[in-house]
């Protein structure tokens, strides 16, 4: 069993930057392949980037290409996203989620584990 907990959510004008954080508690987080995700009001759930096990890959949507940075550190349980140029598209609240699995995938169905939310509001 992984317990996920994000923080690092926030207010934000347009062009700004957060970093949002995901801490995990249980055993053998090194062996989870790590997602962030995100749901804006009234749309499906969509992954914003992906990093694997051990971090060697990392998968971002096409929105998220040059402006955001997912990593992740072992030793501190710890997945990390860096948000810079922040858009108010990018409105939405953002989820950390664990997949027992090598690859990070965009599917939320194969993602075993997942935090209650952060969210992320960007003013225009």
């Known amino acids: 069993q992984v317990q996920l907990e994000e923080s690092g959510g926030g207010s934000v004008q347009a062009g700004g930057s957060l970093r949002l954080s995901c801490a995990a508690s249980g055993p053998n987080f090194d062996f989870f392949a790590m997602g962030w995700f995100r749901q804006a009001a009234g749309r499906d759930r969509e992954l914003v980037a992906g990093?694997?096990?051990?971090?060697?890959?990392?998968t971002y949507a096409e929105f998220a290409q040059g402006r955001f940075t997912i990593s992740r550190a072992d030793g501190k349980n710890m997945v990390y996203l860096q948000m810079n140029s922040l858009k108010p598209e990018d409105t939405a609240l953002y989820y950390c989620?664990?997949?027992?699995?090598?690859?990070?995938?965009?599917?939320?169905?194969?993602?075993?584990?997942w935090g209650q939310g952060t969210q992320v509001t960007v003013a225009s």
């Open positions: 989620a664990a997949k027992s699995s090598y690859y990070a995938t965009r599917n939320t169905g194969e993602y075993d584990f």
């Open positions: 990093i694997s096990r051990r971090g060697a890959i990392t």
